[in-house]
């Protein structure tokens, strides 16, 4: 009762916000109210939501694709796009979460369930700077979403880079993102040259692989990076290709979160990679069940919430 007494009208505008926004999700789902208004209505009363962590990661439940949302101090990381179809569950997700524009977006590989939604978020919020990983001409795909995904940034002006091992971006408040990998592959399996990044605040640490599977672990861990991490973004949506034991070994982590959707036509997460979790007690989520994984950290200390 001391923080009602101290600041009530805090209080009741934080109530307020909590009701319109159940209100509305409500009326939302049931068609009631349009797109449009919804997100108007959202975008009007979020300034009344406090965050609870310094830092959070999102892993935003895109059915069988990836989209990961980093929210640092200062600045607003986002990770793949999930695949064609997903920009409507993006747009509202980022703007639900009060985030406007974005600083850094990384396209981990150029498949449709990395980047199927990217032209269209890119055109929603303004982008500083994109990253993409250099693949060799022979083995760069001609599909018309990746060309219009460059289009889109070349249109907007908006810089891109192949990602480069060792370059590090300031998140703000000691938040520090690192590229990581890929690590020297060559080859012509395009999960490989997934762009591997490491967000490391204070303590705590979130690892980030893309699709990278066995081949590009193993080249990394060559390489002497750090892979350590308190949450693992677990490789390729759970595959047994990715996450392999001597990976999760020097990873290490006590969280993984799994990218996969429903009943998924590959059989993501594999069993074998689920066995080896539960092996070494890495606490595992997966967006098919749990649906958006948030994680906080207040640089000591990660917390983990889901939405289903
Ligand atoms: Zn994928």
């Known amino acids: 009762m001391k923080a009602f007494n101290k600041n009530p009208s805090g209080l009741i505008a934080a109530l307020f916000a909590i009701i319109v926004v159940f209100l509305g999700a409500t009326l939302y789902e049931h068609g009631i109210i349009s797109d449009d208004f919804y997100l108007k209505l959202l975008t009007t009363v979020q300034g009344n939501v406090a965050e609870s962590s310094e830092l959070e990661v999102h ?4 059915d069988q694709a990836e989209c990961i949302l980093i929210k640092a101090p200062e ?4 990770i793949d796009a999930g695949n064609i179809g997903c920009e409507r569950k993006i747009e509202n997700y980022l703007r639900t979460k009060g985030v406007f524009s974005i600083d850094l977006f990384i396209a981990t590989h150029p498949h449709a369930d990395h980047i199927g939604s990217a032209s269209d978020i890119i055109k929603k919020f303004p982008v500083s700077e994109v990253i993409i990983p250099e693949i060799p001409e022979e083995f760069l795909p001609t599909t018309s979403l990746f060309e219009d995904f460059l289009k889109t940034l070349s249109k907007r002006n908006i810089p891109v880079s192949y990602s480069e091992n060792g370059k590090v971006f300031e998140l703000g408040g000691g938040a520090v993102l ?9 080859g012509d399996n395009l999960n490989n040259y997934s762009v591997i990044s490491k967000l490391t605040f204070g303590e705590t640490s979130f690892l980030f692989t893309g699709d990278a599977e066995e081949e590009a672990e193993l080249l990394l861990l060559d ?3 750090d892979v350590s991490c308190t949450v693992l973004n677990a490789g390729h949506h759970g595959s047994s290709t990715s996450n392999c034991a001597l990976f999760l070994k020097a990873a290490s982590p006590e969280y993984a979160a799994i990218s996969c959707g429903y009943n998924n036509d590959y059989g993501h997460p594999h069993k074998e990679v689920i066995s080896v979790f539960n092996d070494f007690e890495i606490k595992y989520y997966r967006t098919d069940y749990d649906g958006d994984i948030v994680f906080g950290s207040d640089g000591k200390t990660v917390t983990v ?4």
């Open 59 to 62: 892993f935003i439940d895109v």
């Open 305 to 308: 919430t889901t939405r289903k």
């Open 223 to 225: 390489s002497g990076a």
């Open 75 to 78: 600045k607003t990381v986002l």
């Open 178 to 186: 690192e590229i990581l990998g890929p690590a020297g592959y060559s």
